[in-house]
């Protein structure tokens, strides 16, 4: 997607610890024609799969999904980080390391809304090392949910989370790749695949 490899050229700042702050982008404010064109791009990737749900984890990979499910025409939703008072019933959960967080994240869906009768794309923010999409692969995998498909805004390739999402046997889409990062500025970001 040229424009979001553009912007990302553009505005990328290279944070200590091998964060990409795009928050200018998808991560803080959202720029709507950039996020639309991402779900439409998403949707023409997915949408022959005929998925009936759209899953993502909040908060960043909420505004790209949403766009997405839009374009299907299909409802999105989201794990939550923290368990809610309002989530009663039993809910399907996930641990899963997160840099940015700083630690390890608890992931919550409720059975409400995942069931064995879901076809589900997931769509995020960001493909690093591919542990909160595998986490979130098994909760699906857990409802009895199909798991059709995987798709992320921004990928760090050199961080082989692709490789460890090959194990689901599910296409893996991605809108940028960031083949280089370093804290000296250096970012080499190519269109995704």
């Known amino acids: 997607m040229r424009a979001l490899v553009d912007a990302i050229r553009a505005q ?23 996020t639309r064109e991402m779900g439409e791009t998403f949707a023409r990737s997915f949408g022959p799969l005929k998925p009936t749900k759209v899953v993502t984890i909040e908060v960043s990979g909420i505004a790209p999904a ?19 008072v309002t989530m009663q019933g039993p809910v399907y959960t996930a641990q899963s390391v997160s840099r940015t967080k700083g630690g390890v994240v608890e992931l919550f869906v409720s059975h409400e809304y995942l069931s064995a009768d879901d076809r589900v794309v997931v769509i995020d923010d960001f493909l690093a090392s591919g542990g909160t999409l595998l986490a ?3 909760m699906i995998r857990e409802s009895g949910a199909q798991l059709l498909g995987m798709g992320c805004v921004v990928e760090k390739a050199f961080e082989n989370g692709r490789a460890n999402l090959a194990s689901l046997g599910v296409p893996v889409r991605t809108l940028a790749n960031i083949v ?9 970001v190519e269109a995704g695949h």
């Open 12 to 34: 990328g700042t290279v944070l200590p610890g091998g964060i990409l702050k795009v928050d200018g982008l998808i991560n803080h404010q959202l720029l709507p024609q950039l």
């Open 66 to 84: 949403l766009a997405t499910s839009m374009v299907l025409g299909v409802p999105m939703v989201y794990a939550r980080k923290k368990r809610p």
């Open 136 to 138: 979130l692969a098994g």
């Open 180 to 188: 280089r990062m370093d804290e000296g500025g250096t970012l080499v």
